[in-house]
């Protein structure tokens, strides 16, 4: 498996871009704005992930997916390292992730990798959503940030 930036000339992989957002239209807005990494497994996208500046010295890993044939296999954890890797080598003093309020699984993989819940935006997916997001049997209303020192 490599992992690297998507080529000018290809289409990002909205298809698994979409399993970690299901906002078609906020995933396009933050493409626009950030850097689109792949994980290349045999010419097969497997996985993906977005870095996207947000404050001086802070870079959000603003969607982070792994096909669903490819999950439990340490792929999502490879692209966490290789954001880190990139954030730090572009100069970022903190790396920042958010996930909704009923994301158990997401949230346990994100400490593990070392990110420490540091706020809560409230009702972030009632005002940025259209259609309520159900997961885990909980209804997803808002968004979990989770941060890392990277230096």
């Not at 992989?13 to 396009?28: F, H, M, T, Y």
């Not at 704005?33 to 792949?38: I, L, M, T």
């Not at 730090?88 to 994301?103: D, H, L, P, Q, R």
């Amino acid at each position: 498996m490599q992992i690297r930036e998507l080529n000018v000339n290809e289409k990002p992989p909205i298809e698994l871009l979409l399993l970690a957002d299901p906002s078609q239209k906020l995933v396009e807005e933050y493409l626009k704005r950030g850097e689109c990494y792949v994980a290349d497994n045999n010419k097969e996208i497997i996985g993906v992930y977005v870095l996207l500046p947000t404050r001086p010295e802070t870079v959000e890993i603003a969607n982070i997916a792994v096909s669903e044939n490819e999950q439990g296999k340490g792929v999502g954890k490879e692209l966490i390292m290789d954001a880190i890797q990139k954030a730090k080598a572009m100069g970022y003093k903190t790396i920042e992730v958010g996930t909704g309020n009923s994301s158990i699984g997401q949230l346990a993989f994100y400490q593990k990798c070392g990110f420490r819940m540091t706020s809560i935006d409230s009702d972030f997916f009632i005002r940025h959503y259209q259609d309520d997001i159900f997961e885990n049997g909980i209804w997803c209303r808002d968004m979990i940030r989770l941060t890392r020192d990277l230096s």
